[in-house]
T-cell receptor
Framework: DGGITQSPKYLFRKEGQNVTLSCEQN?????MYWYRQDPGQGLRLIYY???????QKGDIAEGYSVSREKKESFPLTVTSAQKNPTAFYLC????????????FGDGTRLSIL | QQPVQSPQAVILREGEDAVINCSSS?????VHWYRQKHGEAPVFLMI???GGEQKGHEKISASFNEKKQQSSLYLTASQLSYSGTYFC?????????????WGLGTSLAVNP
C-alpha cells in the first residue's frame, strides 16, 4: 500500500542536542511538507520541497533544517537553536499543481528531556 | 493570511446537523477540508475549487462561495465517528508554488 511513513513515533531530546525526524513516501509525489502542531493549534509550515535538492522555508523555519536528496525522503532536523521544540510534527506529500490533496504521515511527537 | 474558521467548537447529539465555515480575506483558488482525531494525522475529506463547486462525501458535503471567499462544510445526521477537529486549508493561487494556509480548526464532539 502506498503511503507516508514517519519515524520515530515518539522522540525525546536533550538540551543542546540535534534530532532528526524521518519521513518517507512511496506515493511518487513531487511535493513534500513539514508541519508543526501545538496543542489546540492549527498546522504551521516549517519547510516544503517541490523537487529533489530544492526546498523553501515556511512560516517557522528558524531552528530547523531539511534535506531532499531523494524524491521519497524529506528528513527534518530539529537543531539546538530551536528553544521550544516540544510539539507534534507532521510530514505530508502531494502531487504538484493546484488543488492537490496533501497526504499525511502518522506524526512524530517530540518532547524535551 | 490565515483563514478564519467558525464556530471554534460544536457539541452535537448523534443524528444532529452542523455547519462549519472557513472564510478568507484573500481571493481563493481552492479550499481543502480535513478531519483530525486526537493524536492522529489529519485525514483528507474533500477539495473545493473556485467556481462555486459543491461536493459530497457520504453525509458530509461542502460548498465554495467565490463571491464571499468562504467555504462551508455540512455534516448531516452526525455519527459518533464524526467527532474530531476539522481544519480548512486555503490555497490562494494555482500553479506549482502552492502552500496551504490552515485555519485554527473547529472542534466537533458528537455524543450519543
Amino acid at each position: 500500500d502506498g503511503g507516508i511513513t514517519q519515524s520515530p513515533k515518539y522522540l525525546f531530546r536533550k538540551e543542546g542536542q540535534n534530532v532528526t525526524l524521518s519521513c518517507e513516501q512511496n506515493l511518487n509525489h513531487d511535493a513534500m511538507y513539514w508541519y508543526r502542531q501545538d496543542p489546540g493549534q492549527g498546522l504551521r509550515l516549517i519547510y516544503y520541497s517541490q523537487i529533489v535538492n530544492d526546498f523553501q522555508k515556511g512560516d517557522i523555519a528558524e531552528g530547523y533544517s531539511v534535506s531532499r536528496e531523494k524524491k521519497e525522503s524529506f528528513p527534518l532536523t530539529v537543531t539546538s537553536a530551536q528553544k521550544n521544540p516540544t510539539a507534534f510534527y507532521l510530514c505530508a506529500s502531494s502531487m504538484l499543481g493546484g488543488g492537490q490533496p496533501q497526504h499525511f504521515g502518522d506524526g512524530t511527537r517530540l518532547s524535551i528531556l | 493570511q490565515q483563514p478564519v474558521q467558525s464556530p471554534q467548537a460544536v457539541i452535537l447529539r448523534e443524528g444532529e446537523d452542523a455547519v462549519i465555515n472557513c472564510s478568507s480575506s484573500k481571493a481563493l483558488y481552492s479550499v481543502h477540508w480535513y478531519r483530525q482525531k486526537h493524536g492522529e494525522a489529519p485525514v483528507f475529506l474533500m477539495i473545493l475549487l473556485k467556481g462555486g463547486e459543491q461536493k459530497g462525501h457520504e453525509k458530509i458535503s461542502a460548498s465554495f462561495n467565490e463571491k464571499k471567499q468562504q467555504s462551508s462544510l455540512y455534516l448531516t445526521a452526525s455519527q459518533l465517528s464524526y467527532s474530531g477537529t476539522y481544519f480548512c486549508g486555503t490555497e490562494n493561487n494555482a500553479g506549482n508554488n502552492r502552500k496551504l494556509i490552515w485555519g485554527l480548526g473547529t472542534s466537533l464532539a458528537v455524543n450519543p
